[in-house]
């Protein structure tokens, strides 16, 4: 028993292992397959803040491009007026100009601002010096000293060399078609693309949902040849969107539901079988002790009997005068011994034929027999009983009825019935058996005149040791077990027992059993009752 | 000569009942009060008969008879074996270790001599 429950309780934790490693595998997985997402989000973030990096770069040069060619093909030649550059700036939409000599000092400015005339810009600003070395010059942010709005200038080389001039150009981002291009890079909720100098100011810039308390996903770009940086933000709930918010717990969920599920269906077979094995452990004892209550009936049967070989055997011998004469008076006293040592022989009797009956080895000798001729024997040896009662005893029954009975099994179930109508008949009652054949049946009938027995007592009155309240208060001795004796008897014959009454009328009982039936069927029904 | 019967308990009180019973009908009585007593005083005393109880001291009623089978001057005596287990198993397994009948306790005499005398007319 012990290796079988360490079997199935290895066997338990293998399976439940096994089940939290597969529930462990499908979270990880599920995980994995979460960060992926998120992951391919951030990368696709980060590539457009690049695209838009990308943009900025191309339009600028591509700016600068166009002003070097346009400025070249227009300011080439001779000193360009005041007027023509004017034109020119405005035909641009640039909202500043200046145009320096290969020195880097102003020779136009727009807006007109005379006192500048001359004065060596390059000194000052660097896109301008770095326009002087050939390079595409991209300003700071500088504030527009005419409208107050920031700008940017880009400033580019051109010319011949010998005259060389530096073209300038301020636009206002916010203004160039870079916004707008910002405004349709980022296609998520909430992001904020912004394009700052090298000082960290802003260049331009898309609204955003500034000073948010999210936790911000940021990427960077910077610019090259240009001192720029790209910079996208966006909180991390938005871009996380689709693998966050609820959807995000949905695998979680899953996992939960999967784990409480295996978990229940574990818990409920564990449980089923304990109680099984429960209900095991107890049919085991329930067996053993049937078992044992059977072996202590046989036990005490057989104990009891070797001090009644003695009481019998000697008190025989007193009451036959072996031992000198005995008065009046000590043969009844002894006789009183000797009927209270038959009814102790009768109890024991009565157990061991029982325990045998319920261990199946209740053996029937079935022989033809003369029913009427055991019915009469059984009546004489009651008649002094029913003598003393003053009970009448009658038989009524045919010549013969013969049957294939174990005879001396039927004259044992005809005496209980019969001593036990006796007992419960008053004086000047009477006892009747009526011993038939219907069909292929033959029935005794017991029926006497007695106290009879109520109709809740009748369903129990072939329990063992049940006695009837009236047969305690009228002191009626008995064990209880005679009428249990005849019920196994008749049944073990094929046949049964009922019974019918009416308080202070009587009691019938009626006894069937086969008559014709063959001996290996009742045979079988033999074992079939000791089952 | 009156015929000699072996009767073999290890209750003292059943000895002697028995012997007063076997007495009245003339019959000699030895006794013995364990299986191996039993074989001893069989072979010495040679009995017409044995009275045997099963549940004995020093082997049982049921080795007392297979080594009386298996003793020449001692397997043709007819065994009636005088028991309290009188369970039908126990008495059928009694006639097939080959007694010659089974009496139940409490003796009934009338009982136990039909099965003496049965038992020493067939032997």
């Known amino acids: 028993v012990d290796a079988t429950s360490a079997r199935s309780r290895a066997a338990w934790l293998g399976g439940a292992l096994l089940v939290l490693g597969l529930l462990a595998g499908f979270a990880l997985v599920l995980v994995h397959s979460q960060e992926r997402s998120r992951r391919e989000l951030e990368q696709r973030f980060s590539l457009r803040a690049s695209l838009a990096a990308r943009f900025v770069q191309t339009y600028v040069r591509e700016l600068a491009d166009l002003e070097r060619r346009q400025a070249s093909r227009d300011l080439a030649g001779a000193t360009v007026s005041e007027g023509d550059f004017d034109r020119f700036v405005g035909t641009f939409g640039f909202k500043a100009a200046v145009l320096l000599d290969d020195q880097g000092r102003a020779l136009h400015v727009y807006p007109s601002r005379p006192a500048l005339r001359g004065v060596n810009l390059a000194d000052r600003y660097l896109h301008l010096r770095r326009a002087l070395r050939g390079d595409v010059g991209v300003s700071s942010v500088v504030l527009s000293a005419a409208r107050g709005v920031p700008i940017v200038a880009v400033a580019v080389q051109y010319g011949e060399p010998g005259r060389r001039r530096i073209f300038s150009g301020a636009f206002e981002p916010g203004s160039a078609p870079i916004a707008s291009y910002l405004r349709n890079v980022l296609p998520i909720a909430g992001s904020r693309l912004t394009v700052t100098d090298e000082n960290g100011n802003l260049v331009v810039g898309t609204p955003g949902t500034a000073g948010t308390e999210e936790e911000l996903f940021v990427a960077e770009q910077e610019l090259t040849g240009i001192p720029w940086r790209v910079t996208a933000s966006v909180p991390q709930s938005n871009l996380f969107e689709p693998v966050s918010g609820w959807t995000r717990w949905v695998p979680w969920f899953v996992f939960g539901a999967f784990a409480v599920a295996a978990a229940i269906v574990l818990l409920a077979v564990r449980r089923l079988g304990q109680q099984r094995a429960a209900l095991a452990r107890r049919n085991l004892e329930l067996q053993k002790l049937d078992r044992l209550k059977d072996e202590l009936i046989a036990l005490v049967s057989h104990e009891l009997r070797t001090p009644l070989t003695s009481i019998h055997g000697y008190l025989d011998l007193v009451l036959e005068g072996r031992t000198g004469d005995l008065t009046a008076e000590q043969r009844e006293f002894l006789a009183i011994v000797r009927r209270s040592a038959d009814r102790l022989l009768a109890l024991v009797n009565d157990l061991l034929f029982l325990a045998q009956a319920e261990a199946g080895m209740l053996k029937l000798t079935l022989e033809p027999a003369d029913l009427v001729a055991l019915a009469e024997e059984s009546l004489q040896s009651a008649r002094p009983n029913a003598d003393a009662a003053g009970v009448e005893l009658e038989l009524d029954a045919p010549d013969s009825l013969a049957v294939e009975v174990d005879g001396s099994r039927i004259v044992q179930l005809l005496d209980n019935l019969v001593s036990n109508a006796i007992k419960f008949t008053p004086s000047g009652g009477h006892v009747r058996v009526l011993v038939a054949r219907r069909a292929d049946r033959a029935s005794i009938v017991v029926s006497d005149t007695g106290m009879g027995i109520s109709a809740e007592d009748q369903a129990r009155i072939f329990s063992r040791f049940f006695r009837t309240a009236e047969a305690g208060h009228e002191a009626i001795q008995g064990t209880g077990l005679g009428l249990t004796i005849t019920k196994t008897i008749a049944e073990a014959h094929g046949g049964s027992i009922t019974v019918a009454s009416e308080p202070g009328r009587g009691t019938r009982f009626t006894v069937e059993l086969p008559v014709g039936a063959g001996r290996e069927q009742r045979q079988q029904m033999l074992q079939e009752v000791a089952a | ?123």
Request: proline letters at 4%.
């Open chain 2, 1 to 123: 000569v009156s015929q000699k019967i072996l009767i073999v308990d290890d209750d003292e009180d059943i000895r002697r009942l028995l012997n007063m019973r076997l007495r009245t009908q003339e019959y000699q009585t030895v006794f013995a009060s364990d299986g191996t007593n039993a074989l001893a005083i069989a072979r010495r005393e040679r009995p017409d008969l044995v009275l045997l109880d099963l549940g004995l001291p020093g082997g049982d009623g049921f080795s007392v008879m297979e080594r009386m089978r298996h003793l020449a001057d001692l397997q043709m005596t007819p065994v009636v074996v005088v028991s309290a287990r009188v369970d039908p198993m126990t008495k059928q397994l009694a006639l097939e270790a080959g007694a010659a009948a089974f009496v139940g306790k409490p003796v009934d005499k009338d009982e136990l001599f039909a099965a003496i005398d049965s038992a020493l007319a067939a032997s």
